[in-house]
């Protein structure tokens, strides 16, 4: 039996080792390999049906592995933060009321949460007025407030603008760096992730490829111009799919063959390239 990780080092605060699940015949994700540990941003990206929440379900143990392993670091706290709630828009409830639903929070603790996301002054508002951005903000300021080691955070992006996402996904690099929790960030958008992500997984029933993202608009003469204040904080994911999946679910690879399945030895995967002028985003934190 495999010791777990402790979260006293640098093992990963959850890995998933060859991990697959099969539902009624058909495998729905497999041969995954994922660790999140300490301070370390993971997205997962991947069309519709990819596979992505089967994934994040496996890591935060809703569902167990029909092969392959899940392993947690002991003391794991998870702060999960939905895609969306349903929440009865007529039914009086505050942002407050809504943080302290599942379990009573010290104030200091409710309010370091609410400041940390940036809405402390929402803390008496009504749910039902709050907008997309601020109410993905009071979800999440309801995980911090519990201090979790590891974050999960599915497709925050939904229903926020193009503005409100460079907020967002500045606001969970911060997270990570005011925190130090893993995040596991999962979204459907291929383009779009961001630059503080430390690495990405591009799930289609499987891992396709894995990289580090690398940031868009960052021409050394741009940033000459401009200076650090001028990078964005999204980036570019470039994909690089060198295979199709068919209907019946075997996989064409470019050149010609065609296979049950796929995985990263096949030799049919590669690295996803980075665009130039990689910035990590602890550069443009310290800048
Ligand atoms: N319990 C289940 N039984 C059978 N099939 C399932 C089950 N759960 C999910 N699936 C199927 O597994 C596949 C992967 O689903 P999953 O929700 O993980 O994808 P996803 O990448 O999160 O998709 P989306 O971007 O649309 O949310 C889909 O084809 C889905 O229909």
Same mark, same amino acid.
């Given at each position: 039996m495999c010791a777990k990780p402790s979260l006293h080092n640098k093992e990963p605060l959850i890995a998933l080792n060859n991990a697959g699940v099969c539902r009624d015949g058909r495998w729905l994700v497999r041969n995954v390999d994922l660790t999140?540990?300490?301070?370390?941003?993971v997205t997962l990206i991947g069309p519709n049906g990819a596979g992505k929440s089967t994934t994040a379900?496996?890591?935060?143990? @809703?569902?167990?592995?029909?092969e392959g392993e899940v392993? &947690?670091?002991?003391?794991?706290?998870i702060g999960y933060v939905p895609q969306k709630i349903h929440i009865d828009r007529t039914m009086p409830l505050t942002v407050e009321r809504l943080m302290t639903l599942t379990g009573p929070l010290k104030r200091d603790e409710l309010m370091a949460?609410?400041?940390?996301?940036? @809405?402390?002054?929402l803390i008496h508002?009504?749910?039902? &007025?709050?907008s997309g951005g601020e109410m993905q903000r009071t979800l999440m300021a309801r995980a911090i407030a519990r201090k979790p080691n590891v974050m999960v955070l599915d497709e925050p992006m939904q229903g926020i603008d193009f503005s409100g996402e460079s907020d967002l996904y500045g606001l969970i690099a911060r997270l990570r760096d005011e925190t130090g929790c893993g995040i596991l960030l999962i979204s459907h958008d291929l383009h779009m992730v961001m630059a503080a992500t430390d690495r990405v997984l591009c799930l289609n029933g499987h891992v396709c490829c894995s990289g580090s993202p690398g940031v868009v608009s960052a021409s050394p003469e741009y940033m000459a111009l401009f200076g650090s204040r001028a990078a964005s904080p999204l980036a570019l994911y470039q994909h690089n799919h060198d295979h199709t999946h068919l209907p019946d679910g075997r996989v064409l690879h470019a050149d010609g063959t065609v296979t049950d399945h796929c995985h990263k030895h096949d030799g049919h995967h590669?690295?996803?390239?980075?665009?130039?002028?990689l910035r990590h985003h602890g550069d443009l934190n310290r800048a």
């Amino acid at each position: 039996m495999c010791a777990k990780p402790s979260l006293h080092n640098k093992e990963p605060l959850i890995a998933l080792n060859n991990a697959g699940v099969c539902r009624d015949g058909r495998w729905l994700v497999r041969n995954v390999d994922l660790t999140i540990s300490s301070g370390e941003i993971v997205t997962l990206i991947g069309p519709n049906g990819a596979g992505k929440s089967t994934t994040a379900k496996l890591a935060l143990h @809703i569902i167990r592995p029909d092969e392959g392993e899940v392993i &947690h670091a002991r003391d794991l706290r998870i702060g999960y933060v939905p895609q969306k709630i349903h929440i009865d828009r007529t039914m009086p409830l505050t942002v407050e009321r809504l943080m302290t639903l599942t379990g009573p929070l010290k104030r200091d603790e409710l309010m370091a949460a609410l400041e940390l996301v940036g @809405i402390s002054h929402l803390i008496h508002a009504e749910i039902a &007025h709050l907008s997309g951005g601020e109410m993905q903000r009071t979800l999440m300021a309801r995980a911090i407030a519990r201090k979790p080691n590891v974050m999960v955070l599915d497709e925050p992006m939904q229903g926020i603008d193009f503005s409100g996402e460079s907020d967002l996904y500045g606001l969970i690099a911060r997270l990570r760096d005011e925190t130090g929790c893993g995040i596991l960030l999962i979204s459907h958008d291929l383009h779009m992730v961001m630059a503080a992500t430390d690495r990405v997984l591009c799930l289609n029933g499987h891992v396709c490829c894995s990289g580090s993202p690398g940031v868009v608009s960052a021409s050394p003469e741009y940033m000459a111009l401009f200076g650090s204040r001028a990078a964005s904080p999204l980036a570019l994911y470039q994909h690089n799919h060198d295979h199709t999946h068919l209907p019946d679910g075997r996989v064409l690879h470019a050149d010609g063959t065609v296979t049950d399945h796929c995985h990263k030895h096949d030799g049919h995967h590669h690295e996803h390239e980075h665009g130039t002028g990689l910035r990590h985003h602890g550069d443009l934190n310290r800048a």
